[in-house]
């Protein structure tokens, strides 16, 4: 069971997240918060999973919550919400320590998938904001040269970066398992990046995988 704090300033819209959340079986909804000094309250309280943040809220926006959560151990893993998919914002969150973007628009399949994937450790963005991401992200990588990678890390980055485990990975290219950890190690070292999240946010400004 995955247990969730829900941090939205808008009633309305926060009792539809709720509606939405509720009917997924593996989805808790262990608290509720309209502003930042409550959401932080509610998350020392019921030690969340994973928080799903908005961006706006009336005291403290949600970029300097999210950036104090990821101080928190065990940090709950944050998946960032807004009406509007701006990449100053997304990148934004990301550097908060957000593991996952969606806007308003598609938190609906989309929100369930970003908490699902983000409590497993990996990155999601939803596919309306995705492209903004790799699209900024990508002209910043320009301007530096980006540490170079074997053309087998890059396939295993690709897979990793698509959610595939080190065993369907390893079937998938024919080798063994030990060499997909070996490889996973390398890319790591080489991007210096220590998390599955941070390698997917990788994959997508590199353009390893499709937005």
Do not use: C
Request: no cysteine; proline share 4%; net charge neutral.
């Amino acid at each position: 069971m995955i247990r969730v704090l829900l941090v939205e300033d808008h009633q309305m819209v926060r009792e539809a997240l709720r509606e939405v959340l509720s009917k997924v079986p593996d989805i808790l909804i262990v608290g509720e918060a309209g502003d930042a000094r409550t959401a932080l309250e509610r998350a020392a309280a019921t030690a969340p999973d994973v928080v799903v943040l908005d961006i706006s809220l009336p005291d403290v926006n949600g970029i300097e919550v999210a950036a104090q959560l990821r101080d928190w151990t065990p940090a709950p893993k944050v998946v960032a919400l807004s009406a509007f998919s701006d990449k100053r914002f997304v990148t934004a969150m990301l550097r908060a320590g957000a593991a996952a973007f969606v806007t308003k628009s598609a938190a609906g399949t989309e929100l369930v998938r970003a908490i699902r994937a983000v409590a497993v450790g990996h990155g999601y963005f939803s596919p309306d904001i995705a492209g903004a991401l790799a699209s900024e992200l990508s002209h910043q990588s320009a301007e530096a040269e980006a540490p170079r990678l074997a053309p087998r890390e890059r396939e295993v980055l690709k897979l990793i970066a698509e959610g595939a485990r080190s065993p369907a990975i390893a079937e998938q290219l024919q080798i063994a398992v030990a060499t997909v950890e070996v490889h996973r190690r390398n890319i790591m070292r080489k991007l210096g990046l220590r998390t599955v999240a941070e390698l997917t946010r990788y994959a997508v400004r590199e353009g390893i995988v499709s937005a």
